[in-house]
């Protein structure tokens, strides 16, 4: 007698596939899909009461004894096609030996679950929806590159971002629009204009205020200007000094003691000069990552279908 390798492979298994038997479970990647199924994977969603919105991985149907179940592959193989309708809708699972599977159960959820790397690539229009919840996790980052085109968000309610550091760089201008208010907070906010105007204006009041010092710092003049009235005040010295100093109005009062050419008055303190940003130049408006992307491929909607003359196995 020959002893053959699929002999010895085979031998102590029965005939039939553990999906028509349901016995030799450990044939099959059974075990695998138990033992790696998530479960309690969160999302940065929460209830009213303040947990965090988590779901599972559906179960992946296992074998058992049927008549209403198809297994197409090899007796001896964990790899193939399993098509059961006990009921009336049915599952198909398509499982391989490393416990990657595809499968459409009984109430019409697809799962599919890749042990290794997954890609999902289109030459044309690539369309996505979900009428409920969608719930992203990614492991460690996630990178987007749009070659050529823009990218556009509508939110009919709310958007919250939570990460460590957030940076934005455009290479044209920022925009921020609010209908109706914009608040910053920060430990230490920083602006700068490096090349032109920093520009204020208000339909209402500015109001400016500081716990510590507040100054104000200007390399060439430092203009003031009030078309109604324009009071300063000061709950202890003011003080003004200049190297001309001058006061000039209809009618000029001054109160209390005025006391003239007795080398009393001080010195008004220097103002400090702000902290800026440290921060590179930002890039120019044509994006240079990677090769140049202003002459990537236009995207097909409808690409043409792969020909024999592409195929490996034919002559061109």
């Known amino acids: 007698?020959?002893?053959?390798?699929?002999?010895?492979?085979?031998?102590?298994?029965?005939?039939?596939?553990?999906?028509?038997?349901?016995?030799?479970?450990?044939?099959t990647a059974t075990a695998l899909h138990r033992t790696f199924a998530r479960e309690g994977i969160e999302t940065p969603a929460r209830y009213d009461d303040g947990t965090p919105v988590s779901?599972?991985?559906?179960?992946?149907?296992?074998?058992?004894?049927?008549?209403?179940?198809?297994?197409?592959?090899?007796?001896?193989?964990?790899?193939?096609?399993?098509?059961?309708?006990?009921?009336?809708?049915?599952t198909i699972l398509i499982t391989h030996s490393t416990g990657t599977v595809i499968q459409l159960d009984s109430q019409g959820t697809v799962l599919i679950k890749s042990t290794g790397d997954t890609y999902n690539h289109s030459e044309g229009t690539q369309f996505q929806m979900s009428?409920?919840?969608?719930?992203?996790?990614?492991?460690?980052n996630y990178n987007i590159m749009i070659e050529g085109?823009?990218?556009?968000?509508?939110?009919?309610?709310?958007?919250?971002?939570?990460?460590?550091?957030?940076?934005?760089?455009?290479?044209?201008k920022m925009t921020f629009n609010s209908a109706e208010g914009i608040e910053l907070k920060?430990?230490?906010?920083?602006?700068?204009?490096?090349?032109?105007?920093?520009?204020?204006?208000s339909a209402?009041?500015?109001?400016?205020?500081?716990e510590g010092t507040l100054s104000i710092h200007s390399i060439e003049a430092l203009n003031i200007q009030s078309d109604a009235t324009m009071g300063i005040k000061s709950d202890e010295e003011l003080v003004m000094n200049g190297s001309d100093v001058q006061i000039k109005?209809?009618?000029?009062?001054?109160?209390?003691?005025?006391?003239m050419a007795e080398g009393g008055a001080g010195d008004a303190p220097d103002a400090e000069n702000p902290v800026v940003p440290e921060m590179t130049d930002p890039p120019s408006p044509v994006m240079t990552t990677g090769?140049?992307?202003?002459?990537?491929?236009?995207?097909?909607?409808?690409?043409?279908?792969?020909?024999?003359?592409l195929s490996d196995d034919q002559p061109v």
């Open 1 to 27: 007698m020959i002893l053959t390798s699929g002999y010895i492979k085979n031998y102590g298994n029965t005939y039939l596939s553990p999906w028509l038997t349901g016995e030799q479970m450990n044939r």
């Open 55 to 90: 779901w599972n991985e559906p179960p992946v149907m296992s074998p058992g004894r049927s008549v209403n179940t198809t297994f197409i592959g090899n007796r001896g193989s964990a790899s193939g096609i399993v098509i059961n309708d006990d009921n009336s809708s049915g």
């Open 131 to 140: 009428t409920g919840d969608t719930n992203l996790n990614v492991g460690q």
């Open 149 to 172: 085109g823009s990218n556009k968000i509508w939110i009919a309610g709310d958007m919250e971002v939570e990460c460590e550091n957030y940076l934005v760089t455009a290479r044209g």
């Open 186 to 201: 920060g430990a230490t906010i920083s602006m700068e204009a490096h090349t032109d105007n920093i520009d204020i204006y």
């Open 204 to 210: 209402n009041k500015i109001k400016v205020g500081a």
């Open 249 to 259: 109005g209809e009618t000029v009062y001054i109160d209390d003691v005025v006391r």
């Open 291 to 309: 090769s140049n992307r202003t002459n990537a491929n236009p995207i097909r909607p409808h690409p043409f279908a792969i020909s024999g003359n």
